[in-house]
């Protein structure tokens, strides 16, 4: 059985940072390009980070890039977001995924299509 969980989220200040975490079970992360997603209350999924298979290649949405880093530890079978420069506007709960059709991640944008292995989230916070 595949279960992916979400940890690390928290109250933070605004400007200030956070790494939530991914940790996998019943799955190699390293099999797969896994992503990051977001969801506000009453705002659309928004896929905000993706890392390859390989960890060579990495996508970052606009509304993120040059803040937020994404990266993998194959051993602990975790992937990491860290957050930093956190604006409140950044406030959801961030989810991670598997994505089973693909080892790399598109250029354009995180895909949800074919992600799964949803975990339940973890809630960031960010006070202005």
């Known amino acids: 059985q595949v279960q992916f969980v979400e940890s690390g989220g928290g109250l933070v200040q605004s400007g200030g940072s956070l790494t939530v975490s991914c940790a996998a079970s019943g799955l190699t992360m390293g099999d797969y390009a896994i992503g990051w997603f977001r969801q506000a209350p009453g705002k659309e999924r928004e896929g905000v980070a993706c890392i390859s298979a390989s960890d060579r290649t990495t996508y970052y949405a606009d509304s993120v890039k040059g803040r937020f880093t994404v990266s993998k530890d194959n051993a602990k079978n975790t992937v990491y977001l860290q957050m930093n420069s956190l604006k409140p506007e950044d406030t959801a709960v961030y989810f991670c995924a598997a994505d089973i059709m693909r080892r790399r991640c ?16 973890t809630l960031v916070t960010v006070s202005s």
Do not use: Q
């Open 106 to 121: 598109l250029s354009d944008r995180v895909d949800h299509t074919n992600m799964r292995y949803w975990g339940k989230g």
